[in-house]
């Protein structure tokens, strides 16, 4: 039920939000769906649409068929319809007000579209300026930082172990400088995540701006912290938890007074998603992440209005399409209803949730079918309401975007944006049967997973005890074991490998080079400074209690401190980690497959020599093809070579000589020299296999005895024994774990031990 944009405008000007917001809540009263008549065609019935669909099943299960479970436990109906669905339709909610279901905002992106976040992460201050710069000039609308592992934890370049490796170094105030010379900052937003806590970058930031003459009070946009997903990311952290409250508590009072439009806490899903986490524990675990800060603050005398206007969220989009919207749409109206319990006000219940695709969701095989699975994802979350989001680019888990697919992934926005009109609906998904339906469940399903840790006792009691850790890994072991059997498909991995794919040149950077540089270029920066203006700078950090940090930490920067020597003077010395957790470790789905490959890879490159595959295929193509095609895919997506043919058939006047020729073919090997098959596949139909394979299969197994011998298709039950006692192996069928089957073959081939 998408509002429609014209309910906006006036022939003099158009209504401001508040006119329009008005306006809807006077109408509730009158809100009604219009009598469609359906006098064209006659409506089929239910019962109809499931005789059709069993003539087109052919004897197969309805409900097997056309019911289908997901990782949340949600079963997606084949049909959603009015007559199932209709009470739970959104008839007296609008966006941008009540729970926030229909959007955060009442015009949706009609006045302002979601903000383009493309993170920029080039290694060197000066040329992440420039990409900065570039992103803006080429559609991006938020300047979207990431910094590397040092600079997160507080370590100066020339102590970092590998500057730059997830995105730009900074360890003096003049690298700062640099990064944001020339921003806009005072129109277009920023976003940086600083992990366990954001006082230290923020002032960085904050010393770099006032040096440059800039407006800190104009700042708008995330300069957050998150440090319990920091503690489920690495197992501790770096301080006690009640220091870095502390500091979020500081940075929250800081921002109300010197930079209003920040904020300060950027709550992120995305070590849950990373570890192979659905969307309903992805959306409770980050909610009860949330919880946590918030009574936090509360301890902290901060009221509920400064607390939920410095809280961001970031969530991870995955690919089931459908269900990712409800996921986004559900979660806007539960933080609603956490923070009316926490006695927000109505405009203080509306969540900022920026967006991305989940990483997890990628592969590095085949790349390039990443950019059809970022599109989904990016069309998923705009259809479900995000008010930023980064796309990232299709080769991100292999090496730093290049123009290439930057330019890619920022274009999706682009013609979401202007192609395909999605600014112009308000709710895109409102009123869907499917939406709604999908949205209610998930719901419900996010509410009982957030209840179960809040009867844990919150996050931290949940995270001691192993609960949260063991409920991801069971779902990640499950998206594994899925892709083993093929019950999901990774396009270009574990189905439909692309057998002549050159790898991406992952251009890996010279680490020790770039440190050189940039440690040179810090030191020639220092040998500037008033080294007792530096000391007497940072012995005012040391003393500084969390509310006067930031300041502190500012004037410390600005008197030539690395960000080394700030964080070893605000880290008091009784300060430790006073928690540790199992760390969730990440993944994404097809490492397994990965792997595999790069087994066979590097089996090939040393010895130049591969598992060889020969295909028995029995008659004329058509009767062997479909067969054929399926073996040659499932053994391909180990890289195997698949030695194709066009059948074997009798000779006139001799049955079952099609057995022969193939025994024969198989035991001339593969070349001259007569190289044996490591394995063989006999390719027909169920209809020939009773007569071909108790014949056949002594032939081929007698002609090489020590090869692995397969039956392409499940076996009738009655046979199945029949055709393991002609001296077939086992059998490859859609039911067939591939991932168990091809490291078989390697390790018969001494790839792996």
Sequence with gaps: MAEETNIEQSKSKPMTDKELEELLRKSEQNASYPDVPFDEFTVPTPEEWVEACNELLKGKPFDKMMYTKNYEGITFDPIYTLRKWKDILPTDDYPGMGDFLRGSTVNGYVHEPWGIAQACDLTEPQENNELLKFEISKGSTVYHVRVDKATLAGVDVKDAEKPGDKGVSLTTVEDMHTMLDGLDLEKIPFMLYTGEASTRLLAMMVAALKAGGKKVEK??????????????????????????????????????????????????????????????????????VAVEYVRQMMKRGLDIHDISQAIAFEFNQGANFFMEIAKLRAARQIWANIMKEFGAEEADRASFVHGRPASFTKTVIDPYVNMLRNCTQ?????????????????????????????????????????????QAPIDQAGGSWAVEALTKQITEKIWAKFQEVEAAGGVIAALKDGSIQKGIADILAARFKALELRKDRAVGVNMYPNMTEEPLDPRPENTEEIKKILSANVDKYLADVDAKETDAKLAAVKAAGADALIDAEADAFTAGATIGQVAKAAAKEACCCDVA???????????????LRRDTEAYIAKTGKNVEVFLANMGPIPQHKARADFSTSFLQVGEFNVHLNNGFQDDEGKPNSRWEKAAAALKAGIDE???????????????TYPEDVPGMAPLLKAANPTMKLFLAGAPAKDMKQTYLDAGVDDFISVSANCFDILKDLQKRKGMIE
């Design 219 to 288: 700042l708008k946009g995330i300069v957050g912290a998150d440090p319990i997903g920091e503690l489920i990311k690495n197992g501790k952290t770096s301080e006690s938890l009640d220091a870095l409250y502390d500091q979020m508590a500081a940075a929250i009072k800081w921002a109300k007074k010197n930079a209003p439009g920040l904020r300060t806490v950027f709550v992120r899903s995305t070590v849950f998603s990373l570890g192979g986490a659905e969307s309903v524990q992805e959306v409770a675990y980050t909610y009860a």
């Design 378 to 422: 990016s069309f998923s979350s705009v259809v479900g309401g995000v008010n930023t989001y980064e796309n990232e680019p299709f080769d991100e888990l292999i090496r730093k975007g290049d123009t290439f697919s930057r330019r890619i992934a920022r274009n999706i926005h682009i013609m979401l944006q202007e192609e395909f009109g999605m």
């Design 581 to 595: 957790v199992e760390p969730i470790a990440e993944h994404h789905w097809t490492e397994k497959f990965e792997a």
């Design 673 to 687: 020299a007569g190289t044996p098959y490591d394995c063989a596949v006999i390719c027909s139909t169920d209809a």
